[in-house]
């Protein structure tokens, strides 16, 4: 049975951090491409960073470029996401998601094989 289980998420002020991790289970996690995506109620989900399996190259949202960076160890199956500089507009529900290494350029939501339930991030003062 395939698991992906976010953790980390929680309330932070603006220009605060937080750290995300997300374990995965049922699959051959070294051999996926790991994401992170971000939903707002009543959107779609956000494309927000992602990980060959390798771990040697990274992929960023434009907004995230430079204050996220994506990190995996595959030996423990885990992803994480550090979030530096937060602000109001990151305020999502984060998902952790893996995708096939062929659909690496292909980054929407429908390219996704597994999915996690996510984790809510507030940033607010």
């Known amino acids: 049975q395939v698991q992906l289980v976010e953790s980390g998420g929680g309330l932070v002020q603006p220009g605060g951090s937080l750290r995300l991790s997300c374990v995965a289970s049922g699959f051959s996690f070294s051999r996926y491409v790991m994401r992170w995506y971000r939903q707002i109620p009543g959107r779609g989900r956000e494309f927000v960073a992602h990980i060959n399996a390798a771990g040697t190259v990274a992929r960023y949202l434009d907004s995230a470029q430079g204050r996220f960076t994506i990190s995996r160890d595959n030996a423990k199956n885990t992803i994480f996401l550090q979030m530096n500089g937060l602000q109001p507009e990151d305020t999502a529900v984060y998902y952790c998601?893996?995708?096939?290494?062929?659909?690496?350029?292909?980054?929407?939501?429908?390219?996704?094989?597994?999915w996690g339930k996510g984790s809510p991030v507030t940033v607010s003062s």
């Open positions: 998601a893996a995708a096939d290494w062929s659909r690496w350029n292909w980054v929407a939501a429908e390219s996704v094989d597994y």
